[in-house]
């Protein structure tokens, strides 16, 4: 089997996949996701976005089998991407305090001309937040690369109260979405896992 290609920089991707013993190489994919407009659908904005990545890697890997993937937050209709300033995550956490959100990744798989999709919603509480809280957690937890401002897994997640759903979908890759888009291009997981 050629090696899957993994489109994306995502170190905590790369974490979810090497959960299973898989051979894959992680690309960068020639996409900027800015050009996806945003219409009010979050699952489909991420399905989009996703899709897009892995058609931008297909001509360089035609032959490989090519994972990619796009997670988002969402709250009232709006979306809560990677920030770009120490400010802006203050004020996404900030915002985001003591709520609840939803945290939607899209993932697509494409083998030769064959392109499948599909999205899967968290959804998480964060308890309430104080500014100082925000700043130490932010002073742990570099939160430019993250959609949202914070990330879950290890101590991050000391500001979550509650999560329904996937808890693999909240840091950027859902594990049983991942496994049946891949079973359908005839990559078994099962077959891969690791003890």
Same mark, same amino acid.
């Given at each position: 089997m050629k090696e899957l290609i993994l489109g994306?920089?995502?170190?905590?991707?790369?974490?979810?996949?090497?959960f299973f013993s898989v051979p894959f190489i992680q690309?960068?994919?020639?996409?900027?996701?800015?050009?996806?407009?945003?219409?009010?659908?979050?699952?489909a904005f991420v399905c989009e976005v996703a899709?897009?990545?892995? +058609?931008?890697?297909? &001509? !360089? /890997?035609?032959?490989?089998?090519?994972?990619?993937?796009d997670t988002i937050v969402a709250m009232d209709g709006r979306l809560f991407l990677k920030p770009e300033s120490a400010e802006e995550a203050f004020g996404m956490l900030l915002e985001l305090s003591g709520k609840k959100h939803s945290v939607f990744s899209g993932v697509c798989v494409a083998k030769g001309?064959?392109?499948?999709?599909?999205?899967?919603?968290?959804?998480?509480e964060f308890h309430p937040l104080t500014?100082?809280?925000?700043?130490?957690?932010?002073?742990?937890?570099?939160? +430019?690369?993250?959609? &949202? !401002? /914070?990330?879950?897994?290890?101590?991050?997640?000391?500001?979550?109260?509650?999560?329904?759903?996937?808890?693999?979908?909240?840091?950027?890759?859902?594990?049983n979405k991942t496994r049946s888009l891949l079973a359908a291009i005839?990559?078994?997981l099962w077959d891969f896992l690791k003890d």
């Open positions: 994306s920089q995502s170190p905590r991707r790369r974490e979810i996949l090497n690309v960068k994919p020639d996409f900027d996701e800015a050009r996806v407009p945003f219409r009010g659908d979050p699952e899709k897009q990545k892995a +058609l931008s890697l297909q &001509g !360089a /890997y035609l032959d490989h089998p090519i994972l990619t993937a001309k064959e392109l499948l999709v599909g999205a899967e919603e968290a959804k998480v500014a100082d809280e925000i700043r130490a957690y932010h002073k742990s937890f570099h939160p +430019l690369d993250k959609a &949202g !401002a /914070y990330a879950i897994q290890r101590g991050g997640s000391v500001i979550v109260k509650r999560i329904e759903g996937c808890y693999y979908n909240v840091m950027g890759l859902p594990l005839g990559i078994n």
